[in-house]
């Protein structure tokens, strides 16, 4: 149970490093904001004409009596909505990360720097393109098992008692693991980890990954949140990375608190 704290502690450490380096956490909110118009264009667009679509692909109950198809499609048009939002909590993750990779490369390497005794951080040496390939096509396996995990979730929605109760609940701590393994991943993509590794790495330390990545999950349920958490996130992530893989790791120092110990050390000297 304490590597449930220590998880939350890295996503603390995360936030309060970015609000430290205030240009790093400005370029961090960029890829987040883009990723929020996108979705919620499609968003606004699925609710002006989802009823629309779900008329046209029922057919067969236009002939239904009165109140029976209304309520057939109304319900198919708040399923279909609510599995829209799932899916945008599970992929905003992914796609902001794919439209951020720069920013959070540049951001997670000088985390590295910051934390690291001998301050270097760990470099993968492939190209730009080589590394938007690598990880778009993990962000699409881990959005597939999301996918899964999200019909199974749904599908036990129904059950008495405990659809209402249990399965929301392991939704979130589900959610919470696919989202830390996206954001894992950029620190240790750049350390050549695969994916399959990544998820055995997370998997051996499953209350760390979740007391990092379910209350993260939770705030992310609010869009306009999981923008402005996001660069803490993904440094809190590269501390993390650092703890699974056994990385020595100190506090780090602010840029304010370099220059004043570097002033104070000069006013001492004779």
Do not use: C
Not at 16 to 35: A, E, N
Not at 68 to 81: C, E, H, I, P, Q
Not at 92 to 101: D, H, M, S, Y
Request: a neutral charge; zero cysteines.
């Amino acid at each position: 149970m304490r590597d449930l704290g220590v998880g939350f502690g890295h996503l603390l450490r995360g936030q309060r490093w970015v609000v430290r380096h205030g240009k790093q956490y400005g370029f961090g909110l960029l890829p987040g904001l883009i990723t929020l118009v996108l979705y919620a264009v499609a968003l606004v667009g699925l609710g002006m004409y989802g009823e629309d679509l779900v008329t046209w692909s029922t057919p067969f109950a236009d002939h239904w009596t009165s109140p029976w198809s209304g309520l057939f499609r109304g319900f198919l048009t708040a399923v279909l909505f609510a599995l829209a939002l799932l899916l945008a909590v599970v992929t905003f993750t992914a796609v902001t990360l794919l439209i951020g990779q720069p920013f959070y490369e540049n951001l997670s390497e000088k985390v590295d720097r910051d934390v690291s005794p001998d301050g270097t951080a760990p470099e993968s040496g492939l190209p730009l393109w080589r590394e938007l390939w690598i990880s778009g096509r993990d962000s699409l396996r881990i959005v597939v098992r999301a996918a899964v995990w999200g019909v199974l979730l749904f599908a036990l929605g129904f059950v008495p008692f405990v659809g209402q109760t249990a399965v929301p609940v392991l939704g979130f701590f589900v959610t919470g693991f696919f989202l830390t393994e996206e954001l894992v991943a950029v620190a240790l993509q750049r350390r050549r980890v695969d994916l399959r590794a990544r998820l055995t790495l997370l998997r051996s330390r499953k209350t760390l990954v979740w007391g990092f990545g379910t209350p993260l999950a939770l705030a992310f349920v609010v869009p306009f949140v999981a923008v402005f958490l996001m660069p803490g996130a993904v440094a809190g992530a590269t501390l993390m990375a650092r703890d699974l893989l056994g990385e020595e790791t100190g506090e780090g120092a602010s840029d304010a608190e370099v220059s004043a110990a570097a002033a104070a050390e000069e006013t001492a000297t004779p």
